[in-house]
């Protein structure tokens, strides 16, 4: 989930969690002077349209994509991805510098780098109308969806446009997309519903940006999540199937692993979903999920209380573990080849991708593993797991800091709010606030701390709750600098 939110300071988050936007002076300098190690052997592909879609203001453009459709209903699928290897000198002070970041981490003021941004926003960056080094894909997909082949190597690309995701979701709305992406809502589609997805646990968060009202105070709204941001992602996850699949089956390499849920977590899910409103049928989570409008505050709810589906996921090394799949992006139904999945299409801002790339392009043209892969998959396995862990708490907590800020002026009054899970004995219940969209927790009593009834119809005061129900609730504590948000009623 993107959180925007200009108006706020993140620098005791940054000073708490010890991330550093600078970089020291011999990584800049290595940055400054690189040069495509690779220029001679590539591949010219300037031929093929190409246009890449991001976040308004984004320079750290990883993906570039193009797609044509052949004569038989199959697509063709060309999807360039920066190449940031060829500018990195093994044993060098920016090669040192990756393994020690891992990934970028993402706050909603700045971004806290894996590259320096001579290197991630200019030199390896498919920038419009540049010419610049990329791995190229070339995927097909038959009628159904699935991918029947694919190549991948070392080209030269130029992207014809850069688009924000609103651009081309305004443009396909009016019939008027890039003739580069004029398949890309169909294709995306198809991938949806294909035998290998339809069933995978896929996450798909709106934005929230925190804004200043007149009058000084701050409220949290969601930005539309665009159907075009879910075409653009199927792009991505069919290019890691393809890579961890490939992987797999050499039994070399770096998988994105994620168990599927326990059965009393898929149980509690869809308790959780009843709580919220949500009339549940025999379809599988994944697929109910597809469903949804994460555009409402309700559907962003269910989005949440789902990710308790997908906790767990790890990088695998195969050879020494034999291939998982990844529950989120991809179902081994019976029937249907199995499929695996890697990280390959963020070289600029994960360390594993830039990993996973060398040993794809190895297996396929039939070539040794260069020497620095092998011999830093170890440290890139600590320095994934490590950055995972900090930018996901790190996410967590400029989330609990807006929440606390937006709602620091109105301890005391009353929200009504559904409650999705109640623990008896601690006394303490998981309540959803409509507006703004919160989950928080919340403390209850017995008869003598009953709320006053709300005005609004179906809002119960207090007594014992009942999962499910609306109840009207009062904000208790809204603390920015503990980042602690708590109702109780």
Same mark, same amino acid.
């Given at each position: ?23 020291p ?31 308004p203001?984004s320079?750290?453009l990883?993906q570039a994509v ?10 063709r699928?060309?999807?360039?991805i ?9 044993g ?16 909603p ?13 200019n &030199?390896a ?8 080094p990329?791995?190229?894909?070339t995927?097909?997909l ?6 029947i082949?694919?190549?991948i190597?070392?080209?030269i ?13 305004a443009?396909?709305?009016?019939g ?12 995306? &589609? ?17 934005s ?8 000084g ?7 539309p999540?665009?159907?075009?941001m879910d075409?653009?992602?199927e792009?991505?996850?069919l ?14 390499g ?6 599927? /849920? ?16 949500y ?8 697929e109910?999920?597809r ?9 962003m709810a269910?989005?949440?209380e789902?990710? &308790?589906l997908?906790r ?12 998982r ?8 139904n019976d029937?249907v080849?199995p ?6 299409t963020?070289?600029?801002?994960r360390?594993?991708?830039r ?11 039939e070539?040794?593993?260069p020497?620095?892969v092998?011999?830093d998959l170890?440290q ?26 937006v ?16 623990? /008896? ?6 309540v959803?606030?409509d &507006?703004?969209?919160v989950?928080?927790?919340?403390d209850?009593?017995g ?5 006053e ?9 207090g007594?014992?709750l009942v ?13 920015p600098?503990?980042?602690v ?5």
């Amino acid at each position: 989930m993107k959180l925007y939110a200009a108006h706020l300071d993140f620098t005791a988050i940054i000073d708490e969690f010890r991330l550093d936007p600078a970089f020291p002076p011999d990584v800049l300098a290595d940055a400054a002077t690189a040069t495509d190690q690779h220029a001679a052997g590539r591949v010219d592909a300037t031929h093929i349209p190409l246009v890449t879609i991001d976040p308004p203001g984004s320079m750290d453009l990883d993906q570039a994509v193009g797609i044509t459709m052949l004569d038989d209903e199959r697509y063709r699928v060309h999807y360039a991805i920066a190449d940031p290897a060829a500018f990195i000198t093994p044993g060098g002070a920016l090669h040192a510098e990756s393994l020690r970041r891992g990934q970028s981490i993402y706050l909603p003021d700045q971004t806290i780098r894996l590259h320096p941004p001579a290197l991630s926003e200019n &030199k390896a960056s498919l920038l419009p109308n540049a010419t610049r080094p990329a791995i190229l894909w070339t995927i097909d997909l038959d009628p159904a969806g699935a991918w029947i082949d694919y190549t991948i190597t070392r080209a030269i690309v130029r992207s014809r446009a850069r688009f924000t995701y609103e651009e081309t979701q305004a443009a396909y709305d009016a019939g008027t997309l890039h003739p580069a992406i004029a398949h890309l809502p169909a294709v995306g &589609k198809l991938l949806q519903t294909s035998a290998a997805r339809r069933d995978a646990i896929t996450l798909n968060f709106p934005s929230q940006e925190v804004q200043q009202t007149p009058d000084g105070l701050f409220e949290l709204i969601i930005e539309p999540r665009l159907p075009m941001m879910d075409y653009n992602s199927e792009i991505s996850l069919l290019a890691g199937r393809c890579a961890g699949t490939t992987m797999a089956n050499a039994g070399i390499g770096i998988l994105r692993t994620l168990a599927e /849920p326990e059965p009393t977590a898929v149980s509690r899910f869809w308790a959780e979903a009843e709580h919220l409103g949500y009339t549940t049928h025999p379809a599988s989570p994944g697929e109910f999920l597809r469903t949804l409008d994460a555009n409402t505050s309700r559907g962003m709810a269910i989005m949440r209380e789902a990710q &308790k589906l997908l906790r767990g996921s790890e990088y695998l090394e195969l050879g020494a573990n034999p291939p998982r799949s990844h529950s989120g992006v991809i179902t081994n139904n019976d029937g249907v080849r199995p499929e695996y999945y890697a990280q390959v299409t963020a070289p600029l801002r994960r360390l594993a991708d830039r990993y996973a790339t060398e040993i794809v392009l190895s297996l396929v043209a039939e070539t040794p593993i260069p020497d620095w892969v092998t011999c830093d998959l170890e440290q890139v396995f600590a320095a994934m797991t490590a950055s995972g862990r900090l930018a996901a708490t790190v996410d967590h907590a400029c989330l609990d800091y807006c929440e606390a800020e937006v709602l620091k002026t109105f301890v005391g009054n009353r929200f009504p709010a559904t409650v999705v899970e109640v623990n /008896p004995r601690q006394k303490t219940a998981r309540v959803f606030v409509d &507006k703004p969209p919160v989950l928080a927790d919340c403390d209850y009593g017995g008869a003598s701390d009953l709320a006053e009834p709300s005005a609004e119809p179906g809002v119960k005061p207090g007594a014992e709750l009942v999962e499910g129900e609306r109840y009207c609730v009062t904000l208790s504590e809204a603390d920015p600098v503990r980042r602690v948000v708590r109702f109780c009623i």
